[in-house]
Nanobody, 128 residues
């Protein structure tokens, strides 16, 4: 089992930056791909970014390319999302996720990249 806890959300002005963190617990946490998803009330959850278990492979939604950077520190069992040049449309609850086959690649053909462990989310509000 893997437990995920997000932190770092908050209120920021448009153009500002935030760094989200996701602390993972569980013996196998570092063997899974991890990712960030977000959801606005009344809308479907959407993919933001994902990173392989090794940290070598990353993917981003078009909305975050050039502005967001995903990273992970397996020694600390923590994943990060650095968000720069934030826009009002980035306002959402951001969820951390993990899963897929241990030591596997990003499951790009699976719903939610095959991730089946989820945190409770952290709210990011960008004021214009």
């Amino acid at each position: 089992q893997v437990q995920l806890v997000e932190s770092g959300g908050g209120l920021v002005q448009a153009g500002g930056s935030l760094r989200l963190s996701c602390a993972a617990s569980g013996r196998t946490a570092s063997t899974y791909a991890m990712g960030w998803f977000r959801q606005v009330p009344g809308k479907e959850r959407e993919f933001v970014s994902a990173i392989s278990w090794s940290g070598i492979t990353t993917q981003y939604a078009d909305s975050g390319k050039g502005r967001f950077t995903i990273s992970r520190d397996n020694a600390k069992n923590t994943m990060y999302l650095q968000m720069n040049s934030l826009k009002s449309e980035d306002t959402a609850v951001y969820y951390c996720a993990a899963g897929g086959p241990a030591y596997g690649g990003l499951q790009t053909d699976q719903k939610d990249y095959g991730m089946n462990y989820w945190g409770k989310g952290t709210l990011v509000t960008v004021s214009s």
